[in-house]
Antibody
């Protein structure tokens, strides 16, 4: 059974940093691209970032987070990361980790985690 | 960036009736090399993560009831629920995965009338 377990969310002050993790199990992690999608309270889905299947895989970012967020993965630990710096109030959201159906990012997300809440506030 | 729009914003349909949701992309998401539309549909129920329903615009994900169907090509797409059930109450999103950033539509809320 595919499982994606996000962690690392919490309350952080504006300008602060946070690192999210997504522990994957139930599939061969190194085979698939992965992504982060967020959802602000009461709002729709916003794609944030994605990474191809290799540890040094191609990465992609939404304009709203480019230069502030960094996606990475450790295939030996079956874990996806999102390093978030210079956080703003508008980054407040539930962050979902999602598995792509292929090794490259140009594919749909077929499994999602339950999400972790990030709140940016003073 | 490809902008995704959806219509209507919300709709209420009687149980057993048809629900139709439209999605439009600001540029074609049809990849000519393989003739596939890089378009997916997701269902999100309250308090739950999204669930993939349809990919390549018209391929139903495994385990998804056949009352859900997707159609369209290029820039115009439709998700149809042929006979609405109570458990279909949710917000539905389209997403293009043709070009990064892989943008979502704003969502369409489906309720029971």
């Amino acid at each position: 059974e595919v499982q994606l377990l996000e962690s690392g969310g919490g309350l952080v002050q504006p300008g602060g940093s946070l690192r999210l993790s997504c522990a994957a199990s139930g599939f061969t992690f190194s085979t698939y691209a992965m992504s982060w999608v967020r959802q602000a309270p009461g709002k729709g889905l916003e794609w944030v970032s994605a990474i191809n299947n290799s540890d040094s895989g191609s990465t992609f970012y939404a304009d709203s987070v480019k230069g502030r967020f960094t996606i990475s993965r450790d295939n030996s630990k079956n874990t996806l990361y999102l390093q978030m710096n210079s956080l703003r109030a508008e980054d407040t959201a539930v962050y979902y980790c999602a598995k792509s159906s292929r090794g490259h990012c140009y594919s749909p997300a077929d499994y999602w985690g339950q999400g972790t809440l990030v709140t940016v506030s003073s | 960036d490809i902008v995704m729009t959806q219509s209507p914003d919300s709709l209420a349909v009687s149980l057993g009736e048809r629900a139709t949701i439209n999605c439009k992309s600001s540029q074609s998401v049809l990849y000519s090399s393989n003739n596939k539309n890089f378009l997916g549909w997701y269902q999100q129920k309250p308090g739950q993560p999204p669930k993939l329903l349809i990919y390549w615009a018209s391929t139903r994900e495994s385990g998804v009831p056949d009352r859900f169907s997707g159609s369209g090509s290029g820039t115009d797409f439709t998700l149809t629920i042929s006979s609405l059930q109570a458990e279909d109450v949710a917000v539905y999103y389209c997403q293009q995965y043709y070009n990064a950033p892989f943008t979502f539509g704003p969502g369409t809320k489906v309720d029971i009338e």
